[in-house]
Nanobody, 126 residues
Framework: QVQLVESGGGLVQTGDSLRLSCVGS????????MAWFRRTPGKEREFVAV????????IYADSMKGRFTVSRDNTKNTLYLQMSSLEPEDTAVYYC???????????????????WGQGTQVTVSS
C-alpha cells in the first residue's frame, strides 16, 4: 500500500527558509512521479513542482521558480521542497503526491495523482 508522509511544516517569519520532506513507502520508487502541491484557504490545490518518473530534472510552476527548490533522494524514497524568502502568501497546506502513470500534459493537475500525503501546514507571519 502506497503511503506518503510529509513533515517539516511550521510557523516561520517573512524571509525565513523551510525544508519540507515527503517519505514514500509501499512501492514508491523511481517509477513514480512525485510532486508537491499546496492549498491556500479558499483555493484549489496549486501545483508547485514535480519529478517525473525516471527523470532527474524537476518541473516547476512558473510562479514557484527562484524561491523554491525541489529535490529527490531515490535511495530514501524521499522528496524535498526547500523554500526560501518565504512570504505570507506562501501560507498553505503543502501536499506530496505520487503517481505511476503521470504524463507531461497533465502532470500539473491534482487529479492526475493517485496517492496523496496528509499535508503539512506552513504558516508565514508578516
Amino acid at each position: 500500500q502506497v503511503q506518503l508522509v510529509e513533515s517539516g511544516g511550521g510557523l516561520v517569519q517573512t524571509g525565513d527558509s523551510l525544508r519540507l520532506s515527503c517519505v514514500g513507502s509501499g512501492g514508491i520508487g523511481r517509477n513514480y512521479a512525485m510532486a508537491w502541491f499546496r492549498r491556500t484557504p479558499g483555493k484549489e490545490r496549486e501545483f508547485v513542482a514535480v519529478f517525473r518518473a525516471f527523470n532527474s530534472n524537476p518541473i516547476y510552476a512558473d510562479s514557484m521558480k527562484g524561491r523554491f527548490t525541489v529535490s529527490r533522494d531515490n535511495t530514501k524514497n524521499t522528496l524535498y521542497l526547500q523554500m526560501s524568502s518565504l512570504e505570507p502568501e506562501d501560507t498553505a497546506v503543502y501536499y506530496c503526491a505520487a503517481s505511476s502513470t503521470i504524463i507531461s500534459s497533465t502532470m500539473r493537475l491534482p487529479g492526475s495523482y493517485a496517492y496523496w500525503g496528509q499535508g503539512t501546514q506552513v504558516t508565514v507571519s508578516s
